[in-house]
């Protein structure tokens, strides 16, 4: 009535009710869709001051449009609403609301409704009654409970069963058995009832005096009778009984039906109860062949108990028909059993039931296929099957919801799903987007952010990110697009403004947000920001995972003061904060410092750490060997009594920074003896530590020594590095092809023959390489491929073709510049120097490594003036130079570096 004539009124207020009630139908229909959105329109609709929306009919309307067994949070929330418009009801609305309640537990939810109704002053009738001491039993408010039973007014048979069947829901056998006497004194006892005593007799694990009860003949049972004995008798674990029971209830012509059997396989699994499950699948099968029913409580039981062997049997004997008929919600469970680890179970139990759900042509929805892909997705060797089972949906006409591609794209986290399958399944979704003209799904496209970041394609990310409408852009997306920029140098200032831009629209950045913008700025080597970000989050509680990520990038950056003064802040120091700091002070090469901290772990107790760690041991054996000492490097390596892999990886990686054959052929030596299993990743240390070490013919003999099938890609990437480091364009070229022959090349291996192609003076047939690399090997280049690129160029002294390319591909890439910098140091360029040195200036203020070069192109050119002043310029800074070591060939000869 209200709303009627809310319509035919010309009132502005009646304008806005017009609004409102349109909206309420329409998100109230789609409650099942989205929870969330019915309960936030609820709330909008509570923050408005419409007297029309006080009515009683808007919260009916509400209440009609609910299902039977409603979700407990939105009944909460119309109660919410109905409290803030101080409505309280009538019989009919609660009568309603009672209803709608189905099997809700909840006693908060019980006792307001309770509330409401004796504010309102109604009197309910029976009906009304027995529904809510039926909800305030199931939620245990029994005073509230009984206040409602002695209300005024005749309780029939059904209002005393209900009240009966509240004590026994608490185990109050007294209060049962007396309720139940005065009841006879009133009532002929139902079966109902009959069964709520035996209910609270179970209830107390008094089941044998029940099954005595029962016996006594007092009453004629039914299946539910004689159901609710044999269950309790199982959850007592009485296992005789309850399978005498069972043969007394068939004796008596009462069969087991699927109820039966499925609360006593239920008992079965929650109790672990095997002798139970052994016993009940004796008379299951005396019963008969099994029906569709209790083929899926077994199932589950099983898949609870995980045991996947039965299951895998029954599976094996089931007939297509029999499957079909299955409840579907066996599938998830069972695949859920394959993955669970067990002593039964192995690699081909998910591939026999895959196989078996894609030959039979079976009945699911997409509930049942969504919770399939997320569970196969989960398992990295089972992550392509679950992309796989979107054409097996596809194939059975069964259109894939938000859902179904999210647990899809989840699937595609595992490193084993390549690149060119993900972009295979986004543009299916896009197809499948703008098909059902469906937005993008923001949970979905954040994911989606987050593997291309991963895989480092940036283009993709950044489309995905103006894919979002700016109104739904989260600070999610801001951080995955931070990410994605920070996995390459080159694009700092895209980077930054897109952080300011989060800030301003009023997003506030939390730990991740701080952690990809200090990565951004360390791959940049832009150490303005990174103090900015710094002095930011001093005023943010301490946050270990921001503390060691300083740590890092100022070891990164070679500024230890910086990165000491953060790591004394940290209150509790892990191994990573450790691990930074030691890295930090050997990128510095201050061998004083480190040995310094070192012992200072060492007066530790170790038991703070998980693992003395033998991960910061193998770090502080790199950094010893980065700061030149590579004697207490080898001394740490020989308090290892079983040295790992990774020890290895480490004094060897020590060796390569010393630079001495010697000392490498000396522990290689060691390794071959001590018979460790050489992987190949230790084979490509080898390789490095020799090459770096300017012997090419050992590094050739390694290679020579590995098996064929140990040469992964790896080592033929080391192969082109080292060929590459030694001007050997041919030999490069032709590992590069060995390794086409075999496998497909990633950003590493054109990283490597781009190397090959600068060393050689080869800057046009690197340019090349980078301009077909997508086309011909389906690798976007980086920014690293690209500064290969420009590096070339200037080592071949063609100082405008790179600085074209700059401003073309790089114009704010502090290394890039730094690269033309060189190039002109190199060739004595001290206008180009001057010039470049300016633009470096303009893009990273704090940093002063360009004047160090310009001073070199000064001194070279004898310009001693210029020279001192920008020494002077450099002494301002406090730069510490850090000293660089190389090797030439003595009389052209490769073996005498």
Known sequence: RMLRLALKSQDPRSQCTRRYFSTTESFLQTIRRDGESFRRNLSNLSSTSDLLLQEPSVAMKMIQLLDKNEDPKNIASILSWMESKHILGNLFLYSSLLSKCGKIEDPKIALQIHSMMKRSAITPDNIMRTHLINLLGRSKCIPEAEEVFRMNGTNDIYTWTTMLTAYGRIGDLTSALRLFEELKRVHKPTIATWNSVLSAYVATGRSLEALQLLKKNTFIPNLTSWNVIVKGLANEGRVQETVTTLREMATSGIEPNDVTWGGLLDVCATSQNSHLLDALLQEINKAGPLNPKVFGYLIGTYARLNCIRPIIQLLTDASPNFLAEAHPSIWPQIFQTCRSPSDQSSPGDAHFVIDLLTRHPLKLNNITWNSIIQILGRDLNLAEKAIALMDVMESRQIQPDAITWFHAFSACESDLI????????????????????????????????????????LDIVRSLFHQIPKEKVDLRCYNQMLFALAQERGHFSEGWDLFQEAKRIGLCPNDFTYSAVIALCTINQIHSSLKTIDEEIKSLP??????NGLVNAYGVSRDPESALRVFATISHKDSYSWGSLFTALGNSQDLAKLDEMVAKFFQLEKKDFVSWPSVLQHIAIINYGKCGNYQQAENLFREISSPSEDAWKAIFSAGR???????????????????????????????????????????????????????????????????????????????????????????????????????????????????????????????????????????????DAAEKLIEEKAHDDVIAWTSLMSGARLYGN????????????????????????????????????????????????????????????????????
């Open 418 to 457: 390549s690149t060119p399958v993900i972009d295979r399944l986004l543009d299916r979704y896009n197809q499948f987007r703008q098909k059902s003209n469906m937005d993008i799904d923001l949970k979905t496209c954040t994911l989606l952010m987050k593997i291309y970041a991963q895989r480092e394609r």
């Open 542 to 547: 301490e946050s270990s995972l921001l503390q």
């Open 657 to 799: 920074n010393h630079g001495d054959v010697a000392v490498i052929d000396d522990l290689v030596r060691q390794l071959k003896e001590s018979s460790f299993q050489i992987t190949p990743e230790l084979y490509g240390t080898i390789l490095l530590a020799y090459s770096h070490s300017g012997t090419l013919p050992q590094v050739e003999k390694i290679f020579e020594e590995m098996d064929r099938k140990d040469r992964n890609p790896f080592i033929y990437n080391t192969m082109i590095w080292g060929y590459g480091n030694f001007r050997q364009i041919d030999k490069a070229l032709a590992a590069f092809n060995s390794l086409l022959d075999r496998f497909q090349p990633d950003g590493n291996t054109i990283m490597a023959l781009l190397n090959a192609f600068n060393h050689s003076l080869k800057p046009d047939e690197a340019l090349d390489l980078l301009q077909r690399m997508e086309r011909d090997y389906h690798i976007s280049p980086g920014h690293q491929h690209l500064g290969a690129v420009i590096d070339a160029f200037c080592r071949a002294g063609r100082l």
């Open 830 to 897: 001290i206008n180009k120097a001057t010039e470049i040195a300016e633009r470096i200036r303009s893009l990273n203020p704090t940093d002063a490594s360009h004047l160090l070069m310009l001073a070199n192109v000064q001194g070279k050119l004898g310009q001693w003036e210029d020279q001192r002043l920008t020494f002077q310029q450099l002494s301002l800074k406090e730069i510490k130079r850090i000293p660089g070591r190389s090797w030439v060939f003595h009389n052209g000869n490769e073996s005498d570096p």
